[in-house]
């Protein structure tokens, strides 16, 4: 039998929320020092994409059977490990660069193993919400996540841009470690609710496991649609994402201080879309919030590839991330309500493996289109400069940036063509909630 949602539940959830809140600020913080320090080395886009692709690599592999052990495993410590391993990497990083040994292979090696540990914890965390939060408060809890993370994006590039030029990585690194102690700390104290066991669950081999997810997921169509149209969104944005970075600073010459403005524009604009989203509680349709999330985040990203001064940048940058937060919180809202508490861990694994290979396929190719095709475009004397010169401009930046808008029109016409498709579009009435399954085979 389900254990339902209470007030302990509840404040538990916030504590964890809290915990992982302050430990994405210390993790922001390094992701954006790291960024600075290997573009001023390499001065390549794909010495930066690569750090995210190794970071997702390994978690694919692993992803298939993480949804068997979340699903079979006490969650509170797979959250806890998670975050101890990124501890103890953290400090690797710091010895290496303390005897000057650090060089960016090591942010190779190590974002791998992060990465791993990384998708047991988030796949644990995801996975526990729906036995924590009643069903009406899954879109305002997915919400609060949106703000722990966006709200880190406030804090932590202004924190980071400062101190990167005052005690360099020593003192983010040591800030990041401190934050990581505080998310182990706030698990410590709190009561995660484990799922029931499925019937005959151990019977089945770990084989049959492992395909569960995919076969939950196949077998209800307008799931798949959903995790189809997810794919098709998430892969031109993750290669917009990963050109971000080197698009503002190989426009501004390597001016953090504008770089650190956009993500804490960013920061704003996500929490403020979660805050609204969190107040309002979403459409009552989420599907709908789904797709006009991705189309309003298209047109912002259009409008950011397209400007060349921060006067564009900073008002577009709070316009695209104010989408996001309605776009993911009525997604896993959907997701929560409709696949059973007993086997999330497995179907949002399986959900997880797909979105990754997107992620990898973005940062592994985002790098040699936007250095070997793109910039060369629109280099002086470029095959592109006739056509495209006096709308993005020449240089570096300048093929960054058409790769960038071209990315952003992707994800315009995947929400607006979203709605077209009568499976998707009416997910919510095509698979009934997970609790009315239930009280069926009572």
Same mark, same amino acid.
């Given at each position: +039998?389900?254990?339902?949602?209470?007030?302990?539940? +509840?404040?538990?959830?916030? #504590?964890? *929320?809290?915990?992982?809140?302050?430990?994405?600020?210390?993790?922001?913080?390094?992701?954006?020092?790291?960024?600075?320090?290997?573009?001023?080395?390499?001065?390549?886009?794909?010495?930066?994409?690569?750090?995210?692709?190794?970071?997702?690599?390994?978690?694919?592999?692993?992803?298939?059977?993480?949804? =068997?052990?979340?699903?079979?495993?006490?969650? /509170?410590?797979?959250? +806890?490990?998670?975050?101890?391993?990124?501890?103890?990497?953290?400090?690797?990083?710091?010895?290496?660069?303390?005897?000057?040994?650090?060089?960016? *292979? %090591?942010?190779?090696?190590?974002?791998?193993?992060?990465?791993?540990?990384?998708?047991?914890?988030?796949? @644990? &965390?995801?996975?526990?919400?729906?036995?924590?939060?009643?069903?009406? %408060?899954?879109?305002?809890?997915?919400?609060?996540?949106?703000?722990?993370?966006?709200?880190?994006?406030?804090?932590? !590039?202004?924190? @980071?841009?400062?101190?990167?030029?005052?005690?360099?990585?020593?003192?983010? $690194?040591?800030?990041?470690?401190?934050?990581?102690?505080?998310? #182990?700390?706030?698990?410590?104290?709190?009561?995660?609710?484990?799922?029931?066991?499925? /019937?005959?669950?151990?019977?089945?081999?770990? $084989?049959?496991?492992?395909?569960?997810?995919?076969? &939950?997921?196949?077998?209800?169509?307008?799931?798949?649609?959903?995790?189809?149209?997810?794919?098709?969104? *998430?892969?031109? %944005?993750?290669?917009?994402?990963?050109?971000?970075?080197?698009?503002?600073?190989?426009?501004?010459?390597?001016?953090?201080?504008?770089?650190?403005?956009?993500?804490?524009?960013?920061?704003?604009?996500?929490?403020?879309?979660?805050?609204?989203?969190?107040? *309002?509680?979403?459409?009552?349709? /989420?599907?709908?919030?789904?797709?006009?999330?991705?189309?309003?985040?298209?047109?912002?990203?259009?409008?950011?590839?397209?400007?060349?001064?921060?006067?564009?940048?900073?008002?577009?940058?709070?316009?695209?991330?104010?989408?996001?937060?309605?776009?993911?919180?009525?997604?896993?809202?959907?997701?929560?309500?409709?696949?059973?508490?007993?086997?999330?861990?497995?179907?949002?694994?399986?959900?997880?493996?797909?979105?990754? #290979?997107?992620?990898?396929?973005?940062?592994?190719?985002?790098? !040699?289109? @936007?250095?070997?095709?793109?910039?060369?475009?629109?280099?002086?004397?470029? =095959?592109?400069?006739?056509?495209?010169?006096?709308?993005?401009?020449?240089?570096?930046?300048?093929?960054?940036?058409?790769? &960038?808008?071209?990315?952003?029109?992707?994800?315009?016409?995947?929400?607006?063509?979203?709605?077209?498709?009568?499976?998707?579009?009416?997910?919510?009435? #095509?698979?009934?909630? %997970?609790?009315?399954?239930?009280?069926?085979? /009572?």
């Amino acid at each position: +039998m389900l254990q339902q949602p209470n007030l302990a539940s +509840m404040r538990n959830f916030f #504590i964890i *929320w809290f915990g992982q809140l302050v430990s994405t600020i210390g993790s922001s913080m390094t992701s954006f020092a790291i960024e600075i320090w290997a573009w001023e080395i390499t001065g390549k886009v794909t010495t930066l994409t690569l750090v995210g692709f190794f970071s997702l690599l390994p978690s694919i592999i692993i992803t298939p059977i993480s949804g =068997v052990i979340v699903d079979r495993f006490n969650r /509170k410590l797979l959250m +806890m490990v998670g975050d101890t391993v990124a501890v103890f990497s953290t400090i690797v990083i710091l010895l290496l660069h303390l005897t000057n040994n650090l060089q960016i *292979w %090591h942010f190779y090696l190590t974002g791998a193993i992060v990465g791993t540990f990384n998708q047991f914890q988030s796949l @644990a &965390y995801s996975a526990s919400v729906s036995l924590m939060i009643p069903k009406k %408060h899954y879109t305002r809890a997915s919400s609060l996540q949106f703000v722990s993370g966006y709200g880190s994006n406030i804090i932590a !590039p202004a924190l @980071a841009g400062y101190l990167y030029t005052v005690v360099g990585f020593l003192g983010i $690194w040591l800030i990041d470690i401190f934050t990581c102690a505080i998310a #182990i700390s706030s698990l410590l104290f709190v009561s995660i609710p484990q799922p029931p066991p499925t /019937k005959n669950e151990s019977e089945v081999n770990v $084989w049959q496991n492992l395909g569960l997810g995919w076969r &939950y997921i196949a077998t209800h169509k307008s799931l798949l649609a959903l995790l189809v149209v997810n794919l098709l969104f *998430w892969l031109p %944005h993750d290669i917009g994402d990963s050109l971000y970075a080197p698009m503002i600073l190989s426009r501004t010459n390597n001016n953090t201080l504008v770089l650190g403005s956009l993500a804490s524009a960013a920061g704003f604009g996500g929490v403020t879309g979660a805050i609204i989203v969190s107040t *309002w509680g979403g459409f009552r349709r /989420k599907i709908k919030g789904v797709l006009l999330g991705m189309i309003g985040a298209g047109i912002s990203k259009i409008v950011f590839g397209l400007g060349r001064t921060p006067w564009v940048w900073i008002p577009a940058q709070f316009c695209s991330s104010f989408n996001f937060p309605l776009n993911g919180s009525s997604d896993t809202a959907i997701w929560l309500a409709k696949v059973p508490p007993n086997v999330q861990g497995r179907v949002f694994a399986a959900r997880s493996l797909f979105l990754q #290979i997107a992620s990898a396929i973005g940062y592994l190719i985002a790098g !040699p289109l @936007a250095d070997r095709v793109f910039t060369p475009a629109l280099q002086s004397g470029g =095959v592109l400069v006739g056509i495209l010169g006096g709308l993005f401009g020449t240089g570096t930046g300048a093929g960054i940036a058409l790769l &960038y808008v071209i990315c952003a029109l992707c994800m315009l016409l995947v929400g607006g063509l979203g709605f077209s498709v009568r499976v998707l579009r009416d997910v919510e009435d #095509i698979i009934p909630d %997970h609790d009315e399954e239930y009280r069926q085979l /009572k």
